[in-house]
């Protein structure tokens, strides 16, 4: 089945570092990629959606210079926090979207612990 | 708006004890409901997408269903190792949209 890998697994970084992300799609061509937050106890909260080769359409309330989204590639895609804040500090989780032959389906990194110190 | 509700938020059973989760949904236009599994620290796992009313499916002790109004997922006789946090998601009709989730059912199955 298609196979999202995000490294790093978890990261823990001094504040006003910057980190990056990375999502690589193993046996596909990812052409969409979903980038989600997650809080303890709630839920996943989308944050933008990249198209390759296009800019980010970020959310309401998410900050585009803070959160640089590349996607450059139809197997890479990565989410850098500049200037990482504690506020920061966060579950993030990549999702790309993957033709099954009939219908999309929505396959997910195992997600990346930011701890920012 | 588009939401996405489930209940109950946390559920505790004895191995064996069946018992279900909902998830509600109101939204403008449902293209499909998904089921995802996920454990601590981990990304979500892909269970079982719904498409349209009355639509059923199974696997292993987990059962879903799906109305115009809500989703449910049947679990059967469950294990400890089905202890999880089960996430729905709605996709809209709206062409490249991602997933709405709702805050998921956190399952704590006891032998």
């Known amino acids: 089945g298609a196979v999202v890998s995000q490294h790093p697994s978890r990261v823990i970084c001094k504040s006003g570092t910057s980190v990056k992300i990375e999502c690589r799609s193993l046996?596909?061509?990812?052409?969409?990629m979903f980038w989600y937050r997650q809080f303890p106890k709630q839920s996943l909260m989308l944050m933008a959606t990249s198209n390759e080769g296009s800019k980010a359409t970020y959310e309401q309330g998410v900050e585009k210079d803070k959160f640089l989204i590349n996607h450059a590639s139809l197997t890479l895609s990565t989410l850098t926090v500049t200037s990482a804040h504690p506020e920061d500090s966060s579950f993030y989780i990549c999702s790309a979207r993957v033709w099954t032959e009939i219908r999309y389906g929505y396959t997910f990194g195992s997600g990346t612990r930011l701890t920012v110190v | 708006e588009d939401q996405v509700t489930q209940s109950p938020e946390a559920l505790r059973l004895q191995e064996g004890e069946s018992s279900s989760l909902n998830c509600s949904y109101t939204v403008s236009g449902l293209r499909g409901l998904f089921w995802y599994r996920q454990d601590p620290g981990k990304g979500p796992e892909f269970l079982f997408t719904l498409y349209s009313a009355g639509e059923e499916k199974e696997k292993e002790r987990l059962k879903a269903t799906l109305t115009k109004k809500e989703s449910f997922l049947h679990i059967t006789a469950p294990k400890p190792e089905d202890s999880a946090t089960y996430l729905c998601?709605?996709?809209?009709?709206?062409?490249?949209?991602?997933?709405?989730f709702g805050k998921g059912t956190t399952l704590s199955v006891s032998s």
């Open positions: 998601a709605v996709l809209l009709n709206q062409a490249g949209t991602a997933l709405i």
């Open positions: 046996d596909f061509q990812a052409t969409t």
